[in-house]
């Protein structure tokens, strides 16, 4: 199988929807997604908010990975925070995952990120063994939290 890796461009945005669409179901928060063309080219391509790396697979999209900076105020580095990961279920097996976490890995060293951050769905028992095998490791002793909706809009419109 021929695997290349692309940065994606603001034509491959329908393709990037589609794959974020995919993810969500393969999540079961399908109903969660309201990302739109229009908003995905806004905040990849116009705020430049996150980038994606597209894979393909004997030339046919096969998956993708989509992450931002962020930064750590105790190393005093740049971090990667690594938002989504998906390979479509019909080429897994085929270490096109693995190929974009090695390509992540490089960018963030590249860029002299300290670390890499991500989620995984606490009943994702094969993306959680398959992390591990990288030498990742779950951080147990932290929440994460996540303030969204009308308790983000009533927060911002506090006087305080």
């Not at 491959?12 to 794959?19: K, S, T």
Request: glycine residues 8%.
């Amino acid at each position: 199988m021929d695997i290349r890796l692309v940065d994606a461009t603001e034509q491959d945005v329908p393709l990037i929807v589609r794959l974020i669409k995919d993810l969500a179901r393969y999540e079961k928060l399908e109903h969660e997604v309201v990302a739109t063309e229009e908003s995905v080219r806004d905040s990849l391509f116009v705020k430049r908010a996150a980038e994606t790396v597209l894979a393909y697979a004997d030339g046919e999209p096969a998956g993708y990975a989509m992450f931002f900076q962020t930064f750590s105020t105790f190393k005093g580095l740049p971090g990667m925070y690594l938002e989504d990961l998906y390979v479509e279920e019909r080429f897994r097996g085929h270490g096109i995952g693995r190929l974009l976490l090695t390509h992540l890995a490089r960018i963030a060293v590249a860029r002299g990120c300290g670390r890499m951050d991500w989620a995984v769905l606490d009943w994702n028992a094969p993306a959680i063994g398959f992390y591990k095998t990288l030498g990742a490791a779950p951080v147990d002793d932290w929440t994460i939290f996540r303030l969204k909706g009308e308790p983000l809009r009533k927060l911002a419109e506090k006087n305080v």
